[in-house]
């Protein structure tokens, strides 16, 4: 679509404007390699990153605590990081001068398109279309020409695959074993309301036709393996049958994203002083390094350090591995609770990436309560790792993913991974770990935690490896998290859906147990946020109170209160006394879509035994 602009110099011309705009940030997330997207005139599939194009000075970024979890996990498959470069942010546009040398490559799909002409409603595919002025047009009877659009159906599987239904060999299914005519002529009608039970596929040269809704009921074609964000070369076998969904369906894609906090970490000062002159030292050896120590910049950055500590750091980053790297949830666990206390005048440099302190308060913890601590400086780096359709994967308790499961690859042949950094605060809740044993320990909880499990089980039934169960101080967590979401909103000047959580959970039995919640807000590509979040934490106890009143009546009590996750009707298999009413937060604010929640946990809830709940007093 062209535009005009004027020149510096005061000419007039025209440029053409990109075909569509996608935030940095949402590329990691909602709209990465094989998501389907709809921009003003097409429906498209966004490339896999061996078509990205990325232009000089694409930046990158680091994080090593990550990058050697991820390189741990990787090992043995098909990625291998880049030990130099493993994390790129997404390639930036220019809107007032777009170029082909940067930006994401997107593909048409779906590639069949239905003519608007209700007296028409041909179902043809884009090579039999005219293309005129960026839109398809269909010519209809009697040289009547009608724009068409794209399908509003693909077909996708479990194992992350993608391409057009086969609309051809589902209208002739049912027509002599399956024989397609010789020449079909599909029309694709649809009622008033557009439910899969109104719309039917017609062939006008042999008048066969199918119901959509049959493609729910036995009328499931095989899989075709694409994996058209690969290329030519992607596709694979695949032993799934094709599912009928509607492309801009939340279950079309699940991106499967890892995060890790900028913490400091033993030996940091020396990878941070290897990595701002790596350019020089990737190359470094043994009878190099006095040498190299002679530049300005190298002699000035490793100060303090001798030969042999930095040969042996510069070759674990070479080999892009660690020889033991701690669980990235730990590692930060361990961190804030070792926060000093704030002292007056601390405050957080230009250069800090993280600066935490824990809270001194003019009010007594409640009981079960450990620990606040104000994060007035944060830093996140998310990776996108992989993806799954129809169904999300679920993280482990360290928010890592096992990537040889029901993942699907973002490239055949790039070795980085694409990252986006999100600056901004937080505020830290820690529980204390000998309360939450001994509120593990009740008889009423291990009997709730039972029941928990055992609607565990039957929601991940069929599935080939399910991860362990969370446990029950994980529903505990997690639903106190949710409540302090809401609770927070009303004050701390950003919408719920702004607040992030992070989970820190491990069980008892761990070598390092975990209870505690990160709630935190940001923003990517920018100096990160304005205090309103982490001044909330010096009244954490109005709001520990307000958490306490609303998981103690729901509107949709009794229903919600008795609801059972091992016997349920509905199969809401995931949670126990948890609703819309109650609960649930956005999703973009929920690292588990809104499931393992039961408020029964956190405070005396109806019809349950008050033992059940961790403050069994108001706070």
């Not at 079309?252 to 913490?263: G, K, R």
């Not at 926060?339 to 935490?356: K, N």
Request: charged content about 25%; glycine content about 8%; hydrophobic content about 40%.
């Amino acid at each position: 679509m062209k535009r005009t602009r004027w020149t510096s110099a005061g000419r007039r011309e025209e440029f053409v404007r990109p075909e569509g705009q996608i935030r940095q940030s949402q590329v990691v997330t909602t709209f990465g390699p094989g998501a389907l997207v709809d921009l003003v005139d097409q429906a498209v599939l966004v490339g896999g990153l061996d078509f990205w194009r990325l232009p000089a000075g694409t930046r990158s970024l680091t994080e090593p605590r990550l990058r050697d979890s991820l390189a741990r996990r990787l090992a043995g498959s098909d990625l291998q990081l880049n030990a130099d470069r493993p994390f790129l942010e997404p390639p930036r546009g220019d809107d007032q001068a777009p170029s082909y040398a940067s930006g994401i490559e997107v593909l048409e799909l779906p590639r069949w398109f239905a003519c608007q002409n209700e007296s028409c409603r041909a179902l043809v595919r884009s090579d039999g279309l005219e293309l005129k002025s960026g839109r398809y047009v269909h010519f209809c009877e009697r040289g009547k020409r009608t724009e068409a659009v794209p399908v509003r159906f693909v077909g996708a599987c479990r194992n992350g695959h993608v391409d057009d239904f086969p609309w051809i060999d589902f209208c002739h299914a049912g027509q002599r074993g399956g024989e397609r005519c010789a020449a079909p002529s599909l029309k694709l009608e649809e009622g008033a309301t557009g439910d899969f039970s109104e719309i039917v596929v017609r062939c006008e040269s042999c008048r066969a036709s199918e119901r959509l809704s049959t493609a729910f009921a036995g009328n499931q074609p095989s899989c075709s393996g694409e994996r058209p964000w690969l290329g030519s070369e992607g596709a694979e076998g695949c032993d799934q049958r094709v599912r009928l969904m509607v492309r801009t369906a939340s279950n079309v894609y699940f991106p499967q994203v890892v995060s890790a906090l900028s913490i400091p970490s033993p030996g940091g000062e020396l990878d941070e002083a290897i990595e701002r002159v790596w350019d020089v030292l990737k190359s470094v050896t043994p009878e190099t390094l006095p040498v190299f120590r002679t530049i300005e910049k190298v002699r000035v950055a490793l100060e303090g350090f001798d030969d042999e500590e930095v040969l042996a750091a510069v070759r674990k980053r070479q080999e892009g591995t660690a020889a033991e790297v701690e669980p990235l949830r730990s590692a930060e666990y361990r961190h804030l609770i070792a926060q000093p206390i704030e002292q007056p005048g601390d405050l957080p440099s230009s250069t800090d990436t993280f600066f935490a302190r824990r809270a001194a308060l003019d009010w007594t913890l409640p009981a079960g309560v450990a620990a606040v601590v104000l994060i007035k400086k944060l830093r996140e780096v998310r990776v996108q790792v992989g993806f799954t359709r129809l169904e999300p994967a679920v993280a482990d308790l360290q928010g890592e993913y096992d990537l040889g499961v029901e993942s699907q690859q973002l490239a055949l042949t790039a070795d980085w991974l694409p990252a986006t950094e999100i600056l901004g605060e937080g505020l830290f809740l820690q529980l204390d770990e000998d309360a939450v044993r001994e509120w593990e320990a009740r008889s009423a909880v291990t009997g709730r935690a039972a029941e928990l499990e055992a609607g565990y089980r039957r929601a991940v039934a069929g599935k080939r490896k399910p991860p362990e169960f969370p446990g029950v101080r994980f529903y505990l967590l997690h639903s106190l998290s949710h409540f302090l979401v809401t609770a927070i909103a009303d004050h701390c000047g950003y919408a719920a859906s702004a607040i992030r959580e992070r989970i820190y959970c491990a069980p008892a039995g761990d070598d390092a147990p975990m209870a505690g919640i990160l709630l935190s807000t940001g923003t990517a590509g920018n100096d990160g946020t304005l205090g309103g979040l982490v001044e909330q934490a010096r009244a954490l106890d109005r709001h520990l109170r307000r958490a306490w009143d609303e998981a103690v009546l729901c509107s949709n009590d009794p229903v919600c209160a008795r609801h059972s996750p091992e016997n349920d009707l509905e199969e809401r298999y995931l949670e126990g006394a948890a609703c819309h009413g109650c609960l649930f937060i956005a999703e973009c604010s929920c690292e588990r879509f809104n499931r393992h929640l039961d408020r029964a946990l956190v405070a005396p809830t109806l019809g349950h035994d008050p033992g059940l709940a961790f403050f069994r007093e108001r706070p």
